[in-house]
């Protein structure tokens, strides 16, 4: 009896932060609308907010689990900070590469405050650019030296508004241009 009641306090301590660990996993069905956009699942795989009928015809917003995985970033809440200094929308259903059309938002994604302190999505941003065959490091540089030509350049480069982006893959082979796209053009 001796050895269970010395071994009780460690088993309950270490069932304890097993527990915890359970708990505080971050699962994006599990977040609230107004923090879903922008954040990683313990999984790894990106939360997106999507919009559904509810009871009485009412559309509700819910926070669903995306395929696309973020490599080496898990467990995140993008900060307020970053979603004002990127100028992007926490209320937006579904992100797709035709924001990148609209010069507002490539001067908010490419401006000090966006570019050099909101890792989570200047990545996401950078791989729906790739997927459009643009460079987003390059298309910052063109909107620092020449925001008029870094724009006529990304309209020249075929992207074109499309389908909302759910299903991708990013990894680090998936941040360049696909091999069938044209290469963007030298600033």
Wanted: one cysteine or more; aromatic letters at 6%.
């Amino acid at each position: 009896m001796a050895f269970f009641s010395s071994k009780l306090p460690l088993a309950l301590f270490l069932s304890s932060l097993f527990l915890h660990a359970a708990i505080s996993e971050l699962v994006c069905e599990n977040l609230p609308s107004n923090v879903c956009a922008f954040a990683i699942a313990s999984s790894g795989k990106r939360c997106l907010l999507e919009t559904a009928v509810g009871g009485k015809g009412i559309v509700e917003y819910q926070c669903r689990t995306s395929e696309v995985v973020v490599e080496g970033k898990s467990e995140y809440i993008e900060t307020d900070q970053c979603v004002k200094a990127c100028g992007v929308d926490r209320k937006a259903v579904g992100i797709s590469s035709d924001a990148l059309l609209e010069p507002q938002v490539t001067a908010k994604l490419c401006s000090p405050d966006c570019y050099q302190k909101c890792p989570n999505i200047i990545d996401l941003y950078s791989n729906l650019a790739a997927g459009e065959g643009v460079s987003l490091p390059d298309l910052c540089e063109g909107q620092r030296t020449n925001p008029h030509r870094a724009m006529s350049e990304l309209l020249s480069s075929g992207v074109a508004p499309g389908p909302v982006v759910t299903d991708h893959h990013y990894s680090a082979e998936s941040t360049q241009a696909p091999s069938s796209a044209p290469a963007p053009a030298p600033l």
